[in-house]
């Protein structure tokens, strides 16, 4: 199994408190990425990481933020939680050329409720 | 439009009988990958198979196999002689390389299999 853990795995917060996430990996990755997965939607992205401080937004970048200071982990920032962002968050890793750039891993996912 | 379209949201099936779950995408992109997860019950996004765009071999991992038709942008699963654990819910995602390869992965909302023993 690819070596991704995500912390907390479960967190109760209330709307505006800021929430921060953490993905850990330890397969030297390049790419790491942020989802959401909400009932009817599937997965949608949130932001990616192509490298140490390079990240860019995706298809439901607002009101979250990121950071990936070092190669093996990827934050996700909620500033100000709101009710609209309980869900479930996964983390995910790739590669960057052959089998590891062909398989996007995911991690144990973290279950967030904005009371 | 949607990008992924998983048009079963639900299937039954018999114990030890093949299964296709269907998925047809929509790109402009020559460049593309297609990936198949299942999430059982626990929760976990558990990687199955990957086809790329310019592979000539519909892919194959053990009793999962993708029937890739590029005309008909179509890239379902086939699940061979299934079995009480293949009960899950079963994602199609696509991949476009328009972002130089690290753009994250495009979700179909996922066909919930019930294998009926």
């Known amino acids: 199994d690819a070596g991704i853990t995500q912390s907390p795995r479960h967190k109760v917060t209330e709307t505006g408190t800021p929430v921060t996430l953490r993905c850990h990996q330890t397969e030297n990755h390049r790419y790491m990425y942020w989802y959401r997965q909400d009932p009817g939607h599937g997965l949608r992205l949130i932001h990616y990481s192509y490298g140490v401080k390079d990240t860019d937004k995706g298809e439901v970048s607002d009101g979250y933020s990121v950071s990936r200071s070092k190669t093996e982990d990827f934050l996700l920032t909620l500033e100000s939680a709101t009710s609209s962002q309980t869900s479930v968050y996964f983390c995910?890793?790739?590669?960057?050329?052959?089998?590891?750039?062909?398989?996007?891993?995911f991690g144990p996912g973290t279950r967030l409720t904005v009371l | 439009a949607q990008k992924i379209t998983q048009t079963q949201p639900g299937m039954f099936v018999q114990e030890k009988e093949a299964v296709t779950l269907d998925c047809t995408y929509d790109?402009?992109?020559?460049?593309?990958?297609l990936f198949w997860y299942k999430q059982p019950s626990s929760g976990e996004m558990i990687f199955l198979i990957y086809?790329?765009?310019?592979?000539?071999q519909n892919a194959t991992e053990g009793r999962y196999s993708l029937n890739f038709q590029k005309a008909r942008k179509s890239a379902n699963l086939v699940i061979s002689a299934s079995q009480l654990g293949d009960s899950a819910m079963y994602f199609c995602a696509m991949r476009e390389a328009t972002g130089g390869g690290a753009d994250g992965l495009t979700f179909g909302k996922g066909t919930h299999l019930i294998i009926q023993p």
């Open positions: 790109t402009s992109d020559p460049s593309y990958g």
């Open positions: 086809q790329g765009s310019y592979d000539q």
């Open positions: 995910a890793i790739s590669g960057d050329r052959g089998s590891s750039y062909n398989e996007q891993f």
